[in-house]
């Protein structure tokens, strides 16, 4: 029988009904107390209140003259970065749960064993069973959904894809972007779409923690040029708060963070160890050639 958490359920209401009510994905998950550091960016297993969707996608405003400050940071959204530290392990450890309560229910790590993400993050043996390993899986086992490509492709349009080289294939920037550009849009199934990834086939499974922003766009001259006569092209201007999530913007920032940093991980988890050790080597190498060069000295000193 398939097991899946309430994301996967809710995703089969109709899309009229999903973009009002876009509800995230929860298994019973007390924050772990992995580690001193590991307790902040809570989980919560309460389904996000319903949202009345926006009349339009995004709102089209005519140029101002000035905008600067906020606007101009958000309307730079693909420069944001998301700045995770892959030897930080309590980011890592709030990232793994992060990952299991809002992605595990339709998105694989097929390459990743839970026992070796335990291992590597320090989580003992107890509360990676009681806190990461879904239910009916194995801690020896890999982090595989329990979502089927024909059911993700019935529901979403397109399976959704494994997470495992998602940082190594597109980037930490790029997934951090994604996870902070949803906006309503009421045109598409799932009532959100994506700055990063126009036309996403996700739904914005951490509304309720980040809350459902609309985008503002406006419209800009753009003058003719050889063949092409005189247009105009939309371009985004900024974000404004259209119904107001569980977190602050910083302590969203930080979840996603976390979550990418997870994700950093398990595209190369000995990533860190590989940093760690390439510095020891580089000194090496530097030693290496100041005893090569007195070597030629010596070699070479008799030679005219």
């Known amino acids: ?8 359920r809710a ?3 109709p899309a009229a009904v999903l973009a ?6 929860t298994i019973a ?3 772990p107390a992995f580690s001193q550091e590991a307790t902040a960016a809570p989980a919560t297993t309460e389904a996000a209140p319903a949202v009345a969707a926006p009349a339009a996608a995004a709102e089209v405003v005519a140029p101002k003259a000035g ?5 101009h940071e958000a309307a730079q959204w693909n420069h944001w970065a998301a700045g995770n530290e892959i030897t930080n392990i309590g980011s890592l450890q709030r990232g793994a749960r992060n990952f299991v309560s809002y992605c595990a ?6 390459y990743s064993r839970y026992s070796r993400v335990g291992k590597d993050l320090n989580i003992p043996d107890d509360q990676l069973d009681e806190f990461l390993v879904l239910p009916g899986d194995s801690k020896n086992g890999y982090m595989l959904t329990t979502l089927s490509a024909a059911d993700g492709e019935a529901w979403f349009g397109k399976a959704p894809p494994d997470l495992s080289l998602i940082t190594r294939a597109r980037g930490t920037d790029y997934v951090f972007q994604f996870l902070k550009t949803f906006y309503a849009d009421p045109n598409t199934a799932t009532g959100v779409n994506n ?5 996403t086939a996700m739904p914005h499974v951490l509304a309720e923690l980040q809350g459902v922003q609309a985008g503002v766009f406006r419209e800009v001259p753009v003058p003719a040029s050889g063949d092409q006569p005189a247009s105009t092209k939309v371009e985004f201007v900024r974000f404004e708060d259209h119904v107001p999530g569980k977190l602050s913007a910083a302590e969203y920032d930080e979840f996603v ?6 994700l950093d991980y398990v595209g190369e988890p000995a990533k860190a160890q590989r940093v760690s050790l390439g510095v020891w080597v580089v000194l090496f190498l530097l030693a290496f050639t100041g005893i090569a060069y007195l070597l030629k000295l010596e070699y070479w000193k008799d030679v005219k």
């Not at 029988?1 to 996967?8: G, I």
């Not at 905008?67 to 606007?71: A, F, L, M, S, Y």
């Not at 229910?105 to 097929?110: A, D, I, N, R, T």
């Not at 963070?257 to 997870?262: G, L, P, S």
Request: net charge neutral.
């Open 20 to 25: 009002t009510s876009l509800v995230a994905t």
């Open 11 to 13: 995703l089969l209401v």
């Open 105 to 110: 229910g339709c998105h694989s790590l097929k």
């Open 29 to 31: 998950f007390a924050p």
């Open 1 to 8: 029988m398939l097991k899946c958490p309430a994301v996967c």
């Open 195 to 199: 700055l990063a990834l126009p036309g």
């Open 67 to 71: 905008e600067q400050g906020g606007e």
């Open 257 to 262: 963070r976390d979550t990418v940093n997870f």
